[in-house]
């Protein structure tokens, strides 16, 4: 558990150095306020699943966007950045973790999280949630190539993030 903490706050450590207003100085971002919130705001709670943005039904923005009408909107746009800076990071989570133990070396699997994080000219893929559907479909593949869960957590974990995808 200590070393799932330790790995957390180094990829927030790289996260944030290569975009540090997403946490200093959040907001809005893309579709963020003009189509997640406001959809939030104006179409309730049922509506905004059942329209789709650029084709694509994203439900993830969308309940994220239902939990930031509980806060005052000054802080909506913090909300939205430190959700995607934390599936932004749980990838390298599951790469480090024994189901991907069989895809090399520990060593080999933190060198590969790191270029994963530090992808040079990926700047708009940072710290935003319109574009958790790419981090999700990264964690989506590595499940499906991953060893299987081999407890009530991990199946529970696989059975979210799985589902969750469906809907992007």
């Not at 959700?83 to 390298?92: C, K, L, N, S, T």
């Not at 990926?122 to 081999?150: C, D, K, Y």
Request: charged share 10%; with cysteine.
């Amino acid at each position: 558990m200590r070393r799932v903490v330790l790995v957390f706050l180094f990829c927030l450590a790289v996260v944030v150095s290569r975009r540090p207003d997403a946490l200093f100085h959040a907001q809005f971002w893309a579709e963020d306020g003009k189509i997640w919130y406001a959809d939030a705001f104006n179409l309730g709670l049922i509506q905004p699943f059942l329209q789709p943005a650029a084709g694509y039904f994203d439900t993830f923005p969308r309940i994220a966007a239902l939990v930031g009408l509980l806060l005052p909107i000054a802080v909506v746009p913090l909300l939205f950045n430190c959700i995607a800076i934390v599936f932004q990071i749980i990838p390298v989570q599951f790469l480090l973790s024994s189901r991907c133990c069989e895809w090399g070396s520990v060593n080999a699997r933190a060198l590969f999280a790191f270029l994963y994080l530090g992808l040079p000219n990926s700047q708009e893929m940072h710290a935003n949630i319109t574009n958790t559907q790419w981090r999700l479909a990264v964690l989506v593949l590595m499940i499906l190539f991953a060893r299987p869960g081999r407890t009530a957590l991990w199946n529970t974990f696989d059975l979210l993030i799985l589902t969750r995808m469906r809907g992007c």
